[in-house]
């Protein structure tokens, strides 16, 4: 039996390494290190022409959105906070489009931090644009408990609370109509969405390729190789 394909997003950053100092596209191996000990194959996707989302999405049996920079205000119709990071408009719209063709297509879709957060825009909502006390330290991941909420897909993945790696500053403030709430952080913070029926599209908003607890990227392999 072929394992399934899964797409995951990545930056496009400076990066060096050995002699070189360049654009690279760049990912944390945890993500495809997550999608493997899953049972799936993953295919890196850097930032690339929005037009080509849904013949990229075609030829996946599942996607990842990836974590990384905040979400630009704009796409949710606010003006940038103080705190609020640089724009990445290209990932951004990148990402918004494969989202899009994504649960048009029914390809099962999990969204890691940023990822939520943009499955939220795509569906019309808006975000915090900072809050404290879900990171570690600069480049830091924290940790804290997760709580589902029961009769919702997360809660059927993860049924128990659990204690997960999280490393943001930024979550969702107006739902969107179309997703529901499937877990929340003990100060109400949003930590898990996820789109009700048939389809297979759930948001994260902490970092599983940081943990030891692979149920989530799990479910997204098992929803692909069903697909």
């Given at each position: ?49 929005p037009a080509l989302a849904e013949s990229v999405v075609s030829r996946l049996d599942g996607l990842v959105i990836a974590g990384g920079a905040d979400v630009e205000p704009v796409r949710y119709g606010a003006e940038p906070d103080s ?145």
């Open positions: 039996m072929s394992k399934p394909l899964i797409g995951v997003t990545t930056y496009l950053e400076p990066a060096k390494w050995g002699v070189w100092d360049m654009p690279a596209a760049l990912l944390p191996a945890g993500y495809p290190r997550l999608v493997q000990a899953a049972g799936g194959l993953a295919a890196l996707l850097p930032p690339d022409d705190r609020t990071g640089p724009p990445a408009r290209d990932r951004d719209a990148w990402e918004l489009a494969l989202i899009r063709a994504a649960l048009e297509s029914g390809t099962p879709l999990l969204g890691i931090c940023r990822g939520l957060q943009l499955l939220n825009v795509a569906l019309g909502g808006t975000l915090v644009q900072h809050l404290d006390g879900h990171v570690g330290g600069v480049g830091v991941f924290g940790r804290h408990t997760v709580k589902p909420v029961p009769g919702t897909r997360y809660a059927e993945i993860v049924p128990e609370e659990s204690s997960v790696p999280t490393y943001h500053h930024q979550s969702v403030d107006r739902l969107a109509d179309a997703l529901v709430a499937s877990a929340y952080a003990e100060d109400g913070t949003v930590e898990a969405v996820e789109l009700p029926g048939a389809g297979w599209a759930l948001g994260v908003q902490w970092h599983p390729e940081a943990g030891e607890d692979d149920r989530v990227m799990s479910a997204l392999v098992a929803a692909a190789s069903a697909n």
